[in-house]
């Protein structure tokens, strides 16, 4: 969960910056006050902002060039979280990251920062290919829609055989933390829930090693999987692009 974490927090910021919703001093302390590092921009094939570059220095960098939002994407083969067409030499790394951010001037795409170890972060080029998502659009929507996946999924483990890993899984937990309020970090919107967002990279990070989650016996609760890991991704994403 930590590398999506740090990545969804990233988005976040840079978000806060380009929307002006968060002073920059406020900001840098949200990562601090986390026990984290400010990211570092420490490549950059697209803008002019001369690596290494500071996180509110590359902000303003991308605002100067017409960036208009960050997006992120997680990756899993039963999400349609995609990233846009990079160069045969970058496909591997933007393949293998597990939530790249992309950077939109409106509906066109125009690059993918990878944030790596040490909070280091890659800005690689990439095709203007135009993204219209078909996931649910504001985190309160989505948010409703994961709160009853959850609950369908309590209620799933609690009468039917299911695999031992999903039925010691923290359903109720799950359900508790999308119910109530309790920030992770000061860089989360107010309109948005800390706790729903650490449920919701819970569930993500569990679903990662099931690749088609439509196949788990039995049926029914595959069938609950395959819609409960898109919820979560849809709440993730739109809290991170902060869609009202």
């Avoid at 690596?51 to 220095?57: A, I, R």
């Avoid at 017409?66 to 990079?86: M, Q």
């Avoid at 800390?194 to 690749?211: E, N, W």
């Avoid at 993730?236 to 869609?243: N, R, S």
């Amino acid at each position: 969960m930590d590398s999506t974490l740090d990545s969804f927090l990233l988005t976040l910021a840079l978000n806060h910056r380009l929307h002006a919703t968060m002073a920059p001093d406020e900001v840098t302390a949200a990562f601090l006050d986390d026990g984290r590092d400010v990211p570092l921009i420490v490549a950059d094939d697209v803008f002019d902002s001369g690596p290494p570059t500071g996180l509110l220095l590359f902000a303003a960098e991308i605002a100067a060039h017409g960036i208009t939002h960050a997006r992120l994407a997680l990756h899993h083969p039963s999400l349609p979280h995609t990233t846009p067409p990079v160069a045969k030499a970058d496909r591997l790394r933007v393949g293998r990251h597990t939530a790249p951010i992309i950077l939109h001037r409106g509906e066109h795409q125009v690059a993918v920062a990878l944030l790596g170890a040490e909070e280091n972060v890659e800005v690689i080029a990439c095709a203007d290919a135009v993204y219209r998502p078909v996931t649910v659009g504001t985190p309160a929507e989505a948010l409703r829609r994961l709160r009853l996946l959850v609950m369908e999924g309590l209620s799933i483990v609690e009468s039917v055989e299911v695999p031992e890993a999903w039925r010691s899984g923290p359903w109720r937990d799950w359900q508790e933390e999308l119910g109530t309020s309790h920030p992770i970090s000061k860089l989360i919107p107010r309109s948005a829930d800390g706790r729903a967002i650490h449920a919701a990279l819970d569930i993500h990070d569990r679903m990662r090693s099931v690749l088609a989650p439509a196949t788990v016996a039995p049926p029914e609760f595959g069938a609950l999987l395959a819609r409960l890991h898109p919820a979560a991704a849809d709440y993730i994403a739109a809290v991170a692009t902060m869609k009202e």
